[in-house]
């Protein structure tokens, strides 16, 4: 099967390119956002290239993932013919919660697929046709040293997404334990930080702190949470949205009370044992439920389907 997608979402697109099909990902001028073409920070296989957005009316596309509303128009223009498609809500909804409605929800005529049960409960879905495929994830492997008696904290821009992404939380964790933040604009933080590097360094410095934070107050399901259980991380995360599922009691301390969550990081830093054994209970969970090899088989069903 031939897949058009777009480069959006950089670790969710890592793991969706690994199947068995041609993904054929748009490349504009200068690599914008409508075509940004392959991930320079990934490692991605040769079946997901690149294609000039003006050459896509030659290829011999069978579905389009659609991530963004305008990708409906450019998909109708760029290949000059209606093909199959399906749209992946990556986001939790904002504003006004219990009446936000979809965009999509006064249309039957395309599958929306959300990436967690939370997010298919909290939208208002009208009368699409909805399903849920939770996330999946390459195995970066158990990398977890916890060498450092640091907290490890994964975010992008920070300043600008503050409370959404718990950045204004970050002083009073700090208080207890030192913090390294890794991401997308970090630098303007008064941390330790670690601006966008390749993948698989920053799995392998993150692994080397102690405990992984996780201070989102409103995410869908940050990928970089289970990335770092999957490296054998213990995580401190808080009790919000769909990280009440993803992590088990055993695997890290959830609470919505922030000096719980301070004191958790402050007795993981100085317990490297229990630290170590927390983080194998999070990589056992997350590989059980976010394993690369489901994610890909469900898709391939609603693939199919479409």
């Known amino acids: 099967m031939r897949i058009l997608i777009w480069h959006v979402h950089g670790s969710w697109t890592s793991a969706f390119i690994r199947g068995s099909h041609e993904y054929l990902l748009p490349l504009v001028p200068g690599r914008g956002p409508d075509g940004r073409g392959r991930a320079a920070t990934y490692d991605w296989p040769e079946r997901a290239r690149e294609v000039p957005w003006d050459r896509l009316r030659d290829e011999p596309v069978d579905v ?29 909804p904002a504003g006004d919660v219990p009446r936000t409605r979809h965009w999509l929800a006064g249309r039957s005529d395309i599958t929306l697929v959300h990436v967690t049960h939370f997010n ?11 399903r849920v495929v939770e996330h999946g994830i390459p195995d970066p492997g158990h990398l977890y040293t916890g060498e450092l008696p640091r907290a490890g904290v994964v975010v992008n821009e920070p300043v600008r997404r503050t409370r959404v992404a718990g950045t204004d939380l970050l002083p009073r964790f700090a208080e207890r334990v030192p913090l390294d933040v890794f991401g997308m604009k970090v630098r303007e933080l008064p941390y330790g930080t670690h601006e966008d590097l390749p993948q698989h360094v920053m799995h392998a410095e993150l692994a080397r702190r102690r405990v992984y934070l996780h201070p989102y107050r409103w995410t869908s399901l940050g990928l970089a949470l289970i990335e770092a259980m999957t490296l054998g991380m213990p995580v401190v995360a808080l009790a919000a949205t769909e990280a009440i599922e993803a992590v088990p009691p055993e695997a890290g301390v959830l609470s919505t009370k922030v000096h719980v969550l301070a004191d958790a990081l402050h007795d993981f830093a100085r317990d490297p044992e229990r630290a170590s054994q927390a983080g194998k209970a999070a990589r056992a969970a997350a590989l059980s439920r976010y394993g690369l090899g489901r994610f890909l088989a469900d898709w391939d069903v609603l693939l199919s389907e479409v």
């Open 64 to 92: 389009v993932v659609y991530q963004r509303p305008h990708e409906l128009d450019l998909a109708r223009e760029w290949l000059g013919r209606d093909v199959p498609g399906l749209y992946v809500e990556h986001n939790a």
């Open 120 to 130: 298919e409960l909290y939208w208002d879905n009208g009368r699409a046709r909805t």
